[in-house]
């Protein structure tokens, strides 16, 4: 890579950030513009409770883009891990874990499969949205399950200064962007999404990087579907299905791109965020929260737009 | 003998489907007492009608390249429901009226992925992502004034039969013959093929390659309005989540029909394989009385089962 080129990716990387940090800004702006109550200790913790199992599954969606793939089933998994926690960790905790980590091994088996038969990987994540959706109702047919006392006590635990959905968005973003953008691992990641061909030439593994990227993702999902089933108090077969596109408008409005491994873990995060923060707003400014879709819709055109113009006039 | 059966199966791979389809047949007539084997076809074939008619629109988009694929199909069809079921009001007087705004929905949807794709250079996912949000959200927050009923006749209509055959199925049959026909004998058919298999190719061939993707974005939408107005009728009236299922429906026909889903291959008779396939699936779960769940998750399973099979193993 000449100095130039990486001068250029890395100045894309910047007005690809840029964007979605003003989007945020000026949303939070807004928002406790109608509201000062909001931006208080506890009206970020009430609105922004939500963005805990969203960045969870939107970080999961990122590392598959990351490598060219689009997953079309992360949402209904997350449902799935939420209802096989809502049935197993109150009474058997361990058992609970196990199969947690049973699903993490499926996500990566579906990333092999995937690679061993050369299955687009949008159809193939489809075909697993049926699965796991149709395994989560065979759990809970209608919501239910027992949620343990202390995985609910942790979602409502207050710690001191900081909310505690800013604190894990924030762990998150930092140890996703080290992973990703510093280790080893990710950079690896990130070449296969770029050039697999290469990556295979230069001796690495095409199937183990696919199965561990999946893996990964699964990972993200089930501790998204764990801390979900926290936050509702019970398993819902039904409630993951819209995490399925909001992630992929998250970590497209955070600065990722369909084409070449592009993706930005801090961007994603705050992706997220004004993918949840756009119902917010349109309650305080008194807008039925039907048009909550055509705002986020609005916002992911505008976004793209705003990206294409900053980056013509640079010259890209 | 063996290996030309299975080479000849990869290059048909809606074969498998439509053989798949023919065995949840055979069980259905085993396991349950549910009337004569034609009987059991002709509900399939009715319930596979609505799958087909929005396969079309998505096996058109899909076969114009990697990356193309119509997400706004959902949105179209519940958007196009509600305004045409308003229009009508319940009363035959506005039919053909109703009919036409319900079109009329499907037409600036689809121009709107075109300027979005086209002019804005948004890659086709995110801008049908974006879209598809858009159109439902303005169904969800208009629905309250609508709740209205379709006409009578037009209901009168769509359950009328032809020896047997249901008016929807007719319709269906039709729309995907002359789909057939037209990708294999007018310009404009080849056209879509050859920019699926190579856009730079296909300009250089004389294609206009950005008129043809519009006009299968056009053409996705309104289908998708057909749909969603045909779904409405039958069930009596619109409902927001009533095109729920579509998204990965539409999509799950055209690749278990064998359409490829790099682009540039299409196949009109396999939607009709993989609509049945996905109908017979759900017969025989009901027949046996299989719980909601396992049908979605049976589907699943055939989803990545047909993949396994049609795929060229990654060695």
């Known amino acids: 890579m000449t100095s130039g080129s990486s001068l250029k990716s890395a100045l894309q990387r910047h007005v690809s950030l840029a964007i979605p940090v003003t989007g945020l800004v000026v949303i939070f702006a807004i928002i406790c513009i109608r509201q000062p109550m909001a931006a208080s200790y506890g009206g970020l913790s009430l609105i922004l409770a939500y963005v805990i199992p969203l960045v969870f599954v939107s970080m999961a969606q990122m590392l598959i883009m990351s490598i060219g793939d689009i997953d079309l089933g992360i949402g209904q998994f997350v449902s799935l891990a939420m209802c096989v926690s809502a049935a197993l960790m109150d009474a058997h905790p361990v058992w609970g874990l196990a199969a947690l980590f049973g699903l993490v091994l499926v996500y990566a088996a579906l990333g092999g499969l995937i690679h061993l038969f050369a299955m687009p990987a949008i159809v193939a994540t489809l075909g697993g949205a049926f699965i796991w959706y149709g395994t989560a109702l065979t759990i809970f047919p209608t919501p239910g399950g027992t949620v343990p006392d202390w995985l609910i006590g942790f979602m409502r635990w207050k710690p001191p200064l900081v909310p505690l959905p800013i604190i894990i968005a924030v762990v998150l973003a930092l140890v996703m962007h080290w992973l990703v953008m510093r280790h080893w691992l990710g950079v690896l990641m990130r070449g296969f999404g770029g ?28 501790i998204g579907g764990l801390l979900l ?11 993951g299905s ?45 807008i039925s929260p039907n048009w909550q879709l055509s705002f986020q819709g609005a916002i992911l055109i505008l976004v793209l737009s705003v990206r294409r113009l900053l980056e013509k006039r640079n010259g890209f | 003998m063996d290996f030309d059966a299975l080479r000849s199966v990869r290059s048909n791979p809606w074969v498998i489907s439509a053989l798949a389809a023919a065995a949840f047949w055979v069980l259905i007539q085993v396991f349950g007492q549910v009337g004569s084997g ?35 199909i959902p949105g179209t069809m519940v958007l196009s429901a509600f305004v045409s079921m308003a229009v009508m009001g319940g009363s035959d007087n506005n039919l053909v009226l109703g009919l036409l705004a319900g079109l009329g929905v499907g037409i600036p949807a689809g121009l709107f992925n075109i300027v979005l794709i086209q002019f804005l250079a948004i890659p086709p996912m995110i801008a049908t992502l974006a879209s598809g ?34 008016a929807l199925t007719i319709f269906a049959l039709i729309v995907t013959a002359v789909c057939a026909w037209a990708l294999q004998s007018t310009r404009a058919g080849r056209s879509v093929l050859a920019i699926g298999q190579n856009p730079r190719a296909a300009f250089l061939a004389g294609y206009n390659v950005k008129l043809t993707s519009a006009v299968v974005y056009l053409l ?82 055939i989803i990545l089962l047909v993949l396994a099979l049609t795929g060229k193993p990654n060695r």
Request: with cysteine; proline share 3%.
């Open chain 1, 195 to 222: 050039n697999a061909r290469a990556v295979e030439r230069a001796g690495r593994s095409a199937l183990l990087i696919r199965m561990a990227v999946y893996g990964g993702a699964g990972l993200l999902a089930c």
């Open chain 1, 229 to 239: 089933s926290g936050l509702t108090t019970t398993g819902d077969a039904n409630v």
């Open chain 1, 242 to 286: 819209n995490y399925t596109l909001q992630s992929i408008a998250a970590v497209i409005i955070g600065g990722g791109r369909f084409a070449g491994g592009v993706v930005l873990p801090i961007g994603t995060v705050i992706g997220a965020m004004i993918i949840l923060l756009t119902g917010t707003l349109l309650s305080f400014a008194n």
């Open chain 2, 38 to 72: 034609m009987s059991v076809l002709t509900v399939s074939m009715q319930f596979a009608a609505f799958y087909v008619i929005v396969g079309v629109a998505q096996m058109l988009v899909i076969s114009i390249g990697p990356g193309n694929i119509d997400l706004s």
């Open chain 2, 133 to 166: 949000f858009i159109l439902q959200s303005v169904a969800a927050a208009s629905s309250s004034l609508f709740g209205a009923k379709p006409s009578p006749l037009i209901g009168e209509i769509m359950s009328w039969k032809l020896a047997g055959i249901p």
């Open chain 2, 220 to 301: 996705s939408a309104m289908m998708a309005s057909i749909g969603g107005m045909a779904l409405a009728v039958f069930s009596g009236g619109a409902a927001l989540n009533m095109a729920n299922d579509f998204i990965l429906m539409s999509i799950a026909v055209v690749v278990l029909g064998g359409t490829s889903v790099a682009g540039g291959r299409a196949v009109p008779i396999g939607l009709w394989a993989s609509a049945i396939l996905l109908q017979n699936l759900v017969i025989f779960l009901n027949v046996i009385g299989a719980p909601n769940g396992i049908r979605h998750a049976a589907t699943g399973l």
